[in-house]
């Protein structure tokens, strides 16, 4: 196998598909394109092993795209390839390719011949170029390009957005079948919150949308199902977005749509255009971080809480949409007990998930610079998690770690509803962490808990540390197993069940729902 040009991706799972490298593959001349090939692992698989496919493919030149979550992956790749075949052209590129004049000692920085910072369609077209042909030949083809081929850090001017192939057809009938469909309809984002990089990409730019609703009709066509919107903020152009829901709308009962919006601005020709959708149709992610007005103030942010609240419940209350909305521990400023009452105010709007973060050290973005200045302590490797604020001690962050844990397995996930709702409906955060403690002492572990573990630990807590008669609590939790794939009743609730208990008449009686997607699993519990 003799492939000149390979592209490399390490994903955080299968499902998941890499839409840097089909944009960039779609974008290579049509000769350069014929000689490239994309591969993609996840983190589960080896990078030594990783290396060895790519030299199995007798590579010229090798790219990298590189994310916070696969950069121990793609260090170790790295230094494989360079250690064992230097004379491969090895490249970089991604949002964790930022500052990397200050990073140069680090094993994928170092290795690297070129790290490419920005969008790098045009600087990864003209690069291969310049490999396979001859610097010549790039400068040619890409002037704009000509100054910085050469140079160890090429930073990428933005590239015409009418002038870029849109990089659909490189989907694949495996990536529709089984993996998340990633498309964007534009670029950057209106806002400057601290700690996140699309805080300087400035301005919004976006692709025409004839262009893309006649590729979307093709993914369509093909079968594709599920859309997620890469867009930082849709409802940033409100024309824009009825009009991507009206393209939509004749498919509203066969399709799945993710879309980022902020909660502050939803007029109410937005509100009508969205409830014409079906329960399970649109998920809409809500990046809310924080109810604390000065903590926002620190990070960037806006804030007018009793108004984002209110559009969440409205939203919630006047369309079948799925709320995913964010919170982000540890951001400067904010306590404990400030971050448990903003939890509370957002729980009670109403929205189906709260996805607890921690906040991370993005090199490059605004709040990266700050660190110091605010007192923030960050892990050194990656993630680069918040270990310690000046409001927020170690002990704390830690705990709510596992809380966060916990609430996406039990909560979001909508494995146990009704027993977490039963057990903490009132002072929900408090009572939630003396769970989570509870649990992590008796099992020392945060994953990798089977669910019949977690209906033992679940009865045990409920008949020793909550006010639940095991009849009570076994009735309560057999609801809840039997929600999922589950035919059988496990041993330590079978002695505190009634006599005519009945297995299919309890899954009748809780609308059980088998095999669905995470967010339609709540419809069983609204």
């Known amino acids: 196998m003799n492939t000149p040009i390979v592209l490399v991706a390490c994903n955080a ?14 974008n290579l001349p049509t000769d350069l394109r014929a000689q490239c090939a994309t591969v993609e692992w996840t983190l589960q698989n080896d990078p030594v092993e990783a290396a060895y496919d790519i030299l199995a493919r007798s590579p010229r030149i090798v790219g990298l795209s590189v994310y916070l979550w696969s950069l121990p992956f793609m260090r170790t790749l790295a230094e494989t390839l360079k250690s064992t075949h230097p004379e491969i052209v090895l490249f970089a590129g991604g949002p964790e390719i930022a500052r990397p004049e200050r990073r140069l000692g680090d094993p994928l920085f170092a290795c690297a011949d070129v790290l490419i910072v920005g969008e790098g369609e ?140 902020v909660p502050h601005e939803i007029p109410d020709a937005l509100l009508d255009a969205m409830a014409q959708f079906p329960p399970g149709a649109i998920q809409i992610e809500f990046g809310v971080q924080t109810l604390t007005p000065h903590v926002a103030q620190n990070i960037a942010r806006q804030l007018d809480a009793e108004r984002l609240l209110h559009n969440l419940h409205k939203l919630r209350t006047h369309t079948h949409v799925h709320i995913h909305a964010d919170l982000i521990a540890g951001l400067p400023g904010e306590s404990f007990d400030e971050f448990a009452r903003g939890f509370e105010r957002l729980r009670t709007s109403g929205v189906q998930e709260i996805q607890l973060g921690i906040l991370k050290r993005l090199k490059g973005s605004p709040l990266d610079d700050q660190a110091e200045r605010w007192g923030l302590v960050f892990a050194s490797e990656p993630p680069y998690e918040i270990l310690q604020t000046p409001t927020m001690s170690f002990v704390e962050l830690t ?94 609730l079978k002695p505190h069940l009634p006599a005519d208990f009945s297995i299919s008449a309890c899954k009748r009686a809780s609308h059980a729902n088998v095999g669905r997607l995470r967010q339609e699993k709540h419809l069983d519990v609204e």
Request: positive net charge; hydrophobic residues 45%.
């Open 122 to 261: 045009r600087a990864v077209a003209a690069l291969c170029r310049s490999v396979i042909d001859s610097q010549d030949a790039a400068k040619r083809e890409f002037p704009e390009l000509a100054p910085l081929l050469g140079q160890k850090v090429l930073v990428a001017p933005k590239p015409d957005m009418a002038a870029l192939a849109l990089p659909y057809d490189e989907y694949t009938d495996e990536d529709l079948a089984h993996r998340i469909l990633y498309v964007e309809t534009g670029r950057g984002c209106p806002y400057r919150c601290a700690f996140c990089l699309s805080s300087s990409d400035k301005p919004l730019r976006y692709f025409d949308l004839d262009r893309l609703f006649a590729a979307f009709q093709k993914l369509l066509d093909r079968g594709a199902r599920s859309f997620k919107f890469l867009d930082r903020t849709l409802n940033a152009s409100l024309q824009r977005a009825l009009k991507i829901l009206e393209f939509f709308a004749p498919y509203r009962d066969r399709v799945a749509l993710h879309f980022e919006m």
């Open 399 to 492: 705990r709510f770690k596992r809380f966060a844990r916990f609430y996406d397995t039990l909560v979001n996930n909508a494995n146990f509803p009704l027993t977490i709702e039963a057990l903490c409906h009132d002072d929900f955060f408090a009572r939630f962490m003396h769970l989570t403690q509870w649990i992590y002492a008796h099992t020392l572990a945060t994953q990798g808990i089977s669910q019949t573990r977690w209906v033992a630990l679940l009865f045990e807590y409920m008949t020793t540390e909550a006010p639940f008669s095991p009849q009570d609590a076994a009735l309560l939790i057999i609801r809840d197993y039997l929600r999922s794939r589950k035919e059988d009743i496990p041993p330590c």
């Open 13 to 26: 799972r299968y499902s998941h598909s890499a839409f840097a490298l089909k944009t960039l593959r779609a």
